[in-house]
């Protein structure tokens, strides 16, 4: 019969690289996009999240960058390790201004760190 | 507790029952979420509460499918005459400002 797989596009990096992790959006009413990740085994976890009126937001080695032109979202992850390994998802949603909504998730990408 | 906790964390159940999957948010938070994930795959939204206001249930995928919030705080998801197809993980979050959501372990679903 046919096997369950992986359906999610996948990154793979050395430990000590940089990680670009891509989002492409549509909803431009969205107030606030955000970023998660998700270990095997357990919810997702909120990473970064960015306004739509900010174009660049720094975490700890984390960045995320909106480009609301192409409605695309980017998380940058400096000096990769084992321990990113995880599935990062976007999401986004209205804040209290525009009448609140659920929080909207894309599909996930995958990123595998080798040591 | 300190975080979202959902009971019961595993369920087999067969083809046709009903089956209630519980979810404790966070003291406080106004907000509740409930999405649906299927191996290797995304969060689908199911259903949404936030405060007092009328629930965002444009995720629900059938009239099977139903959820309440008590008191603004426990909810439960209930799934009636489960098939096959509803075998999944069932993930609870609960949110103070809407961006930050906090995420329960889930219930992992079997039916068969």
């Known amino acids: 019969g046919e096997s369950v797989g992986l359906h999610l596009p996948t990154l793979s990096v050395q430990e000590g690289d940089n990680s670009i992790i891509n989002c492409a959006y549509s909803?431009?009413?969205?107030?606030?996009f955000i970023w998660y990740k998700q270990e095997s085994g357990k919810g997702p976890q909120f990473i970064i999240d960015?306004?739509?009126?900010?174009d660049k937001r720094q975490g700890q080695r984390v960045t995320v960058l909106l480009n609301k032109t192409v409605k695309h979202l980017s998380l940058q992850i400096a000096a990769t390790q084992p321990g990113d390994s995880a599935v990062y998802f976007c999401a986004e949603n209205r804040g209290p201004n525009s009448g609140y909504s659920t929080l909207t998730f894309g599909k996930g990408t995958m990123l595998l760190v080798s040591p | 507790g300190a975080g979202v906790s959902q009971s019961p964390s595993n369920k087999v159940t067969e083809k046709g029952k009903d089956v209630e999957l519980r979810c404790d948010p966070i003291?406080?938070?106004?907000?509740l979420y409930w999405y649906r994930q299927s191996l290797g795959q995304g969060l689908e939204f199911l259903i949404y509460f936030q405060g007092n206001s009328a629930p965002d249930k444009s995720g629900l995928p059938s009239d099977r499918f139903s959820a309440e919030r008590t008191g603004g705080s426990v909810s439960t998801l209930t799934i009636q005459r489960t098939q096959q197809e509803d075998s999944a993980v069932y993930l609870c979050?609960?949110?103070?400002?809407?961006?930050?959501?906090?995420f329960g372990q889930g219930t992992r679903l079997t039916v068969v």
């Open positions: 003291s406080g938070h106004t907000a």
């Open positions: 909803n431009s009413a969205s107030d606030y």
């Open positions: 979050a609960s949110s103070l400002d809407g961006r930050r959501a906090f």
């Open positions: 960015i306004r739509s009126n900010m």
